[in-house]
């Protein structure tokens, strides 16, 4: 068992190592900005200004109908309800959200931003998650729950990765296997986490929970991007376009992303 750990630790660390190797300023300019927004918000609990309790509470639910995304209000015309699909890509509702999106961002985002380009890559981060956000508060436009979080544009991420990285090896931990990890190409996790997010949008409530279909909505955009953008020419290393080609070795990752949460996420 010692053992066993002890090699699942090492390949993380040597994975995390090799997507290091690959430059990637604006993925990690975007998790900075992330990070820092969320220490010093409400949602992280560590401003002595917002208070305690119930004060905290409230200082979240305010910051959070602020900047987050309001499907009710989206379409009313008002300038500044427009624009917060763009500021709800920054702003996440509690630490595991956080942490999770990331690490995935961190992971993901580095092979795909060197692939694109860094004013590419950020265009494209930016445009997917607005459209994804967008297209959840379609889909719900009642609704009155506070979408926040980088979920779908890093699920716009990792659909682009499956056309572009397509045979990269991913190590998965799955529950139902009991927590084994296995390394698996690309082209058999993300679609596989892509049908579960599909699924769980079918049968998700209104209520405060996991805006899943923004989560298929993204994955759908970035694969249909990548494709649109690559596959008429020569294609990455183990892409779907061609011709192979890879910076930094081989991706490996231990889960899916951290989803978003629907509604007002409080830690």
Known sequence: MISDTKTVTVRAVRALKAVR??????TCALIVVCCALFVIGPASGLNPMDGTGDALLLAQRSYFRRWGVIPAELFTGSPRAALTPATALFVHGSWVHLLGNMLFLYVFGAMTEQRMGRIAFLLFYLGCGYLALLGYAAAHAASEQ??????????AVLGAF???????RVTSVLPFLFFLPLRLPAWIVLPFWAALQWVAAGQATHGPGVAYLAHVVG??????YAWARYGR???PRGGLGG???QPGG???VK???????EGENQP
């Open 21 to 26: 190797t690959t430059p990637a300023p604006v």
């Open 146 to 155: 506070t979408l926040v979080g980088a979920s779908g544009a890093i699920s």
């Open 162 to 168: 499956l056309y572009l990285f397509p045979r990269a």
């Open 219 to 224: 994955f759908a955009l970035g694969f249909a």
């Open 233 to 235: 020419r020569k294609g």
């Open 243 to 245: 011709r192979r080609w």
């Open 250 to 252: 081989r991706t490996r």
């Open 255 to 261: 889960a899916a992303p951290a989803p978003a949460p």
